[in-house]
């Protein structure tokens, strides 16, 4: 039985709760389990150099962690003078799974800056930081679809992702820190609503894996996907139908030029 009582394949309780923060033009709390992450969404109409004067916008990252999100206080990435190897990889992803899911020529150019703060960690915060920047990127796009800023809504697929990973020999889903601690593969996996995958992250911390076993973490985190992007669209309502209005551009959608 796994530490919080669930089963091999069940995902830990989510909440999204939309518009968290007054000022940010899209924000959320993202809880997944004893995971809490804020995501706020701000459009800034200087993009990078190489989008200037190409009529498209672009997505962009940051992430931290608050110093007593764990057990232990972390120091601040400012107080050390640099970004954490850890938080710069991780904000690259965010920003590359998220980009997959817009089209830039439908945003117009400007820049959507998603700032990821993890309150309290308990595993996860990866890919609730995708999950929940997602809900952020939605309704910062919407306000400039509603203010007619824009003419199309430029979100062309739902993003969404998960955790997967073998503990004691068992594939599981959505890994809390306790699991993730000490399992033996360990993989992230980040796929939009068509069943297509994003990206896929996973590394064997104690030994290799046979291909059947990755076979079987890819359908448990194709499962948990499906289910997370449910519950987005649960939160969404009826908004979510501005989803997939135009179709995807012939962007590069992995392009990381950040």
């Known amino acids: 039985m796994r530490p919080d009582q669930r089963t091999y394949n069940e995902l830990r309780p989510i909440k999204i709760t939309r518009n968290f923060i007054k000022y940010a033009e899209g924000s959320c709390l993202i809880e997944m389990g004893n995971t809490k992450v804020i995501i706020t969404a701000t459009i ?13 916008g672009w997505i962009t990252a940051e992430y931290s962690m608050l110093p007593r999100a764990t057990q232990q206080r972390n120091v601040r990435d400012i107080n050390k003078l640099r970004l954490s190897g850890r938080s710069h990889e991780i904000q690259r992803l965010i ?16 820049v959507i800056i998603l700032d990821c703060d993890v309150i309290q960690a308990d595993g996860g915060t990866r890919t609730a930081s995708i999950t929940g920047g997602f809900i952020a990127m939605f309704d910062a796009c919407k306000k400039l679809y509603d203010e007619k800023v824009i003419e199309n809504f430029p979100i062309t697929d739902f993003v969404a992702a998960v955790s997967v990973g073998i503990c004691d020999g068992v594939e599981m889903l959505d890994l809390c820190f306790e699991e ?7 993989m992230n996996l980040v796929m939009n609503d068509k069943g297509e995958f994003i990206e896929i992250q996973g590394t064997a911390e104690g030994g290799a894996f046979t291909q059947e076993q990755f076979e079987k973490l890819l359908e ?27 179709p995807k551009d012939e962007k590069t959608s992995g392009c990381d030029q950040e």
């Open 44 to 56: 800034d109409d200087k993009v990078p150099p190489f989008k200037k004067g190409s009529g498209e």
């Open 180 to 186: 993730d601690s000490k399992a033996s593969v360990d």
């Open 95 to 110: 920003g590359r799974a998220l980009r997959a899911g817009i089209n830039f020529k439908a945003l117009g150019e400007r």
């Open 220 to 246: 448990l985190g194709k499962q948990g996907i499906q289910k997370i992007i449910e519950i987005q669209r649960e939160v969404l309502g009826e908004d979510s139908k501005l989803i997939g209005s135009v």
